[in-house]
């Protein structure tokens, strides 16, 4: 049964010779396509996956060291590009892009051996927190409510990518996060999401959404696996500018640490209106958890998280719409046809971009323009500091902080899509760590009454994912969460 | 010199600023690794970066900060320690990014000065930022065609003061900034390739008056463009105010053709650049050390160059001036000087190199005899081997040839005489056969002296030395 | 924050996205709703603090000055939607 191995688990697999890395990548493929009713992956990459596994058993069978993610299948968000693979972004505009690059992280996933099996469903162009405003339609969240039986939203930007390793079709896949398009996928999904240090992982080959806060990261079924996937995907990248460069600690070995002795902060801003029972209480279960393994609860203060989303949705619109003037149907994508190039300009990105990108371009084109600049976007970016600096001030205090990830369980299909700013509201409390650049895990902690994951996360110092990890990985064990969705059961 | 424009009832004064676009000399392009060469087939110095394509990152070239760091340095500007790039949000063909990476609010330099004659002109700022790549309009009847090769090259935005007073102080300007740029080495300078191009704000008014509504004429690609078009252009904006019209703020062209400015027809206020700072880039940092680096690799600059050519070489105004109009002719020059007399070799490089060049249509770079090699050759003639006209035979086979010259002077045979024993001899020999002419001189036809010198000229082909000859044939006339 | 259908197309033309005559008013009301929503950050005192433009202390990193890149004009081709030999190809832009 290789449904439920994970990365490390397949590890000690193939090391005992238990299967070999071509019948588990066939295996996992497969399952890919016993799983499309989900619309979680766009492109299947089985050659190249393949042909990776083959190499590892060759490296294997030659006795050659392995390599950290030998054979192991990971689906990519089809925001990385993938050389010779089509890469769309989940847009009309790049249906058919192929790139003839590779972007930095996959290649770093492909030098540590993994076998990348697919390309996954996302938002468009990352913008979204429900995956349905793909241009390939929604992606389904595997998980169903007991009550309605209704098909769930699994959130977003990286929908695909934590519906797949959700439905235990893939142990491991790559997301994005802007704003929580890893962690808020993560906790509707029911698995473990990572958001590392803003320049940890190379942006380099990411289709950008938001330059400044757009970063790469894991979604697993375990803090462990997270943990090892992250330090394949790191280290400085000499073309990203914004690449940081600090030494790749060994993740893994950061964990079985425990919690004693570390401090978490609980900030009391976080216990918004309307926040379900449910989710209260799992929160306060949390920090039970934690205090009960040895760590001390601190109650703190972030004064400005109000006001981290409207800054988000100013920052983040604003560097889009300057990112994708480059979507113009004149070097690569959609073109519409015209007679004049300035009517090939406005169809083309009429055309090519869906109702939610188009909204957050003209919001961005808006908030950017003459007479405006400081009164939105200047504004944005002090209050962006503000938020950075409430996070400096915590963590003299507290090495970490615990809250919930999303504000409700997955919702229904469908919901929110005529009202974007209650879709905005997902964000809610992954967008602050966003706006700080902080490392931040979602882990599934609980299931709602309707029998929907819950997730809590964790929000670290700058490249401190250490400290981050360790006190995940003891809230994993607390929490002992292992359920499955409906889908697999 | 300024210049007044007379109009109907009375003299209105220019007032233009100019904004130099200054390519920067380095290999690679501002952000890539793609390559800046001139004239390469469409698109093959293209990078993915230089391409936007999705997701692809800028990388600044140290090279290209240094090179305006240098150029600031350069006209006495300010290097700012915190400088920032932004975006320029805008749309068209050969733009890929819909963006030009620029600096907006914090450009590397800010100040400085440029002095043309009779004025000390001042310099705004300088700021880095991608070039654009070519549009192709008319090779084929119904599309535009794109080649990016230029796309992402550095370029240096250099932005006077309106100070200047006429069409050929404008002019002036750009001669002293062109030349300024080539001799820092950080711009070859060259307006027909496309290396330096210029944008002039022109404005008209009563002498002493209120800077008036200015127009903007863009991408002149010659001084004399540049010359004409500000002249047309100044004339133009009376005619409309003294026939009671208004000067709008547009952007217009230039046509060389018919020595006119057009109006655009995109209209720039119709542009909102929405300029914000980029997030793929940082702050550009730059600390003492770094500059004070590039401030110890610069070359002694003009004005200091012509100074000390002046006061420590004892060179006339006029050929120090002249000797540093360029780096590579004062290069040349110190190199064909060093350890000889400065003003012999001003001599030659100032008359007879420059004005052989001048004649050939042809940089110093080019000169076929290297300056070590004009330098012998003045070796030569001071310790006497060669005469001055022999020297000027000798300079005319080293051009021909690119042989050194005492090569040349022994293959040919040139070497003067200076022997007085063998010169006597035909001295005597000469007074001897020509006893009539020697005692008419002995009874004040003196003047006779240049008969005597010929024959003696003569019977040598030439190679004796004619100092030596006159002093002997005077010894013996008067004696 | 309200926006009129003027604002809007102003926005559109200069993001060059085509919008029809119909959807500017409920457009105008869907983006002047956000933007309404995000002026609560006009509640939060900010004077005296610098905008933050970037995340992370380190430097702007450079690149030495060598070529080591292009020379693949089929790969920067490769997705052209329409090109003249090595060019890439538009409708004609009257200047």
Redesign the interface.
């Known amino acids: 049964m290789m449904r439920r191995l994970g990365v490390a688990d397949i590890r000690a697999g193939l090391a005992s010779r238990k299967f070999s890395a071509v019948e588990l990548v066939q295996d996992r493929l497969a399952a890919l396509e016993d799983a499309e009713a989900l619309n979680a992956a766009v492109t299947l990459m089985p050659e190249r996956a393949l042909e990776a596994a083959r190499v590892a058993d060759r490296r294997r069978a030659a006795g050659e060291p392995a390599l950290p993610l030998d054979g192991v299948p990971v689906a990519v968000k089809d925001l ?2 993938t050389e010779g693979v089509r ?1 769309t ?1 989940s847009s009309a505009m ?1 249906e ?6 590779e ?1 930095t992280v996959t290649a770093n996933l492909i030098a540590a051996g993994a076998a990348l099996t697919a390309k996954t469903n996302l938002d468009e162009f990352a913008m979204g927190s429900s995956t349905a405003t793909s241009y390939f339609g929604p992606a389904v969240n595997p998980w169903k409510a007991r009550g309605d039986g209704r098909p769930r939203a699994p959130g977003g930007s990286s929908g695909g990518s934590a519906a797949l390793v959700a439905a235990s079709v893939v142990p491991a896949a790559l997301g994005t996060d802007t704003g929580g398009s890893i962690r808020q996928p993560a906790a509707f999904c029911g698995v473990v999401g990572l958001k590392p240090t ?2 940890r992982c190379s ?6 959404f ?3 806060l757009d970063q790469a990261g894991p979604i697993t079924r375990s803090v462990r696996d997270a943990a090892i996937l992250l330090a394949a995907m790191s280290g400085h990248d ?5 690449s ?2 600090q030494p790749v600690p060994d993740f893994e070995a950061a964990l079985g640490g425990g919690v004693r002795g570390l401090r978490i902060g609980v900030p009391l801003e976080y216990r918004v209106d309307g926040m379900p029972d449910e989710l209260d209480a799992l929160w306060r279960a949390g920090a039970g958890w934690l205090k009960e393994a040895g760590a001390e609860i601190v109650d703190i203060s972030l004064p ?1 998280t ?2 981290a989303l ?2 988000y ?2 920052v983040a619109p ?2 889009a ?2 990112n ?3 979507y ?8 519409a046809s ?5 009517e ?4 083309t ?2 055309t090519g ?1 869906g109702a939610e990108v ?2 957050r ?3 961005g ?6 007479g405006y ?1 400081d009164a ?11 938020i ?1 600096r409430d996070f400096e001030q915590a963590f003299g205090k507290v090495d970490a902080v615990l809250t919930p990830t999303a504000p409700t369980a997955a919702f229904p299909l469908g919901e929110k899509m005529d009202d ?2 209650a879709m905005y509201l997902n964000d809610v409390f992954t967008v602050p760590a966003s706006l ?2 902080l490392p931040a895990v979602s882990l599934p902690a609980g299931l709602d009454g309707e029998g929907l994951p819950l997730g809590l996360h964790l929000i670290g110092r ?1 490249f401190d994912e250490e400290t981050v990890l360790r006190a995940a990985e003891a809230l994993e064990a607390a929490a002992g969460f292992d359920a499955e969705p409906e889908f697999v059961r | 010199m300024s210049a007044l424009i007379e109009g109907r009832d009375g003299a209105w004064e220019y007032a233009i600023g100019l904004e130099v676009h200054a390519q920067v000399a380095s290999a690679a392009k501002l952000f890539s690794g793609a390559p800046t060469a001139f004239g390469a087939e469409p698109n093959t110095q293209v990078s ?1 970066v230089d ?10 070239n140290r090279v290209c900060v240094e090179q305006a760091v240098r150029t600031g340095l350069g006209f006495g500007g300010a290097i700012a320690r915190h400088s920032v790039f932004d ?1 320029k ?1 805008y ?1 068209y ?1 050969d733009l ?4 030009q990476i620029s600096q907006y609010s914090d450009p590397v330099v800010v100040g400085g000065t440029v002095e043309i004659p009779g004025r000390t002109v001042q310099i705004t700022r300088l700021h880095l930022e991608q070039d654009a790549g070519k549009s192709v309009h008319d090779r084929d009847p119904d599309r ?1 065609l ?1 080649d990016l090769n230029r796309a992402g090259v550095a370029l240096m935005e250099i932005v006077s003061e309106p100070d200047l007073r006429s069409p050929e102080e404008a002019a002036d300007f750009l001669t002293r900034l062109r030349a300024l740029l080539r001799w820092l080495g950080t711009c070859d300078g060259n307006m027909q390739e496309g290396s330096l191009r210029c944008d002039a704000n022109v404005s008209v008014r009563r002498p002493g008056a209120e800077l008036g509504t200015r127009t903007e004429i863009k991408n002149l690609n010659s001084i004399r463009f540049l010359r004409e078009a500000i002249e047309y252009e100044g004339r133009r904006q009376v005619e409309v105010i003294e026939s009671g019209g208004e000067v709008v703020q547009e952007t217009r062209l230039f046509d060389p053709d018919r020595g006119e400015t057009r109006a655009m027809r995109t209209k720039e206020d119709a542009h ?1 650049y ?3 700072p ?5 702050p550009l940092e730059l600390d003492e050390a770094f500059i004070e680096a590039v401030r110890a690799s610069m070359p002694e600059l003009p004005e200091s160059r012509r100074r000390r050519f002046v006061g420590e070489l004892g060179l006339s105004d006029y050929d120090a001036a002249l000797l540093t109009a360029e780096r590579a002719r004062a290069d040349y020059f110190e190199a064909a000087a060093a350890g000889r007399d400065a003003k012999q070799a001003a001599n030659w490089v100032a008359g007879e190199l420059l004005g052989r060049l001048n004649r050939e249509g042809l940089e110093i770079e080019a000169a076929p005899i290297p300056a070590a090699g004009l330098g012998e050759l003045i070796d030569l003639i001071a310790d006497g081997t060669l005469s001055g006209r022999m020297g000027r035979e000798v300079f005319e086979a080293m051009w021909e040839t690119g042989g050194p010259a005492a090569v040349i002077v022994e293959e040919r045979g040139l070497k003067q005489i200076s022997d007085t024993g063998a010169l006597e001899g035909l001295v005597d020999e000469l007074l001897a056969r020509e006893a009539d002419k020697a005692a008419e001189y002995r009874a004040g036809r003196t003047k006779l002296l240049g008969f005597f010198v010929g024959q003696v000229m003569k019977a040598t082909g030439g190679k004796a030395n004619p100092k030596l000859v006159n002093a002997l044939l005077r010894a013996r006339l008067e004696e | 924050m309200v ?1 009129n259908r003027v ?2 197309g102003r ?9 029809a005559e119909e959807e500017a008013d409920a ?1 105008a009301a ?2 002047g ?3 309404g ?8 005192d ?1 004077d005296d ?8 202390g ?1 430097s ?2 450079w ?1 030495a000055d060598e070529v080591d890149d292009g020379g ?1 004009p089929d ?2 081709l ?5 090109a003249a030999g090595a060019f ?1 190809a ?4 009257v200047e």
Request: some cysteine; charged content about 20%; glycine content about 6%.
């Open positions: 990385f590009c890469t972004a790049l058919g892009f192929v790139p003839p690059y972007s803003y320049g942006r380099w080959g990411i289709v950008a938001a330059s400044s000499p073309r990203d500018s914004t940081a460069r400005h109000h006001y409207p800054a949705y100013i604003a560097e719409s300057s994708l003037a480059r113009d149907g004149v070097r690569y994508g959609l073109r015209a007679d004049a190039i300035e090939q300009y406005a169809r990105r009429r971009f188009r909204r371009v003209l919001i084109t808006y908030v950017l323009s003459a600049y939105y976007y200047t504004k944005a970016q002090r209050v962006r500091r503000l950075a974007p700013i700080a650049g700058p | 993915l391409a936007a394509m999705p997701g692809m990152l800028p990388v600044i975006r949000n749309f063909p890929p990014q819909g963006y535009t794109i909102d929405r300029y914000f980029d997030p793929d880039l940082l | 926006l604002t809007v926005i559109a033309a200069l993001a060059r996205i085509d919008i457009l869907e983006l709703a956000i933007l929503w995000v002026e609560t950050l006009n509640e939060v900010t603090i610098a905008p933050m433009t970037s995340v992370g380190h702007l990193p690149r693949y790969r920067i490769s997705n052209a939607p329409d890439f538009v409708p004609k832009v």
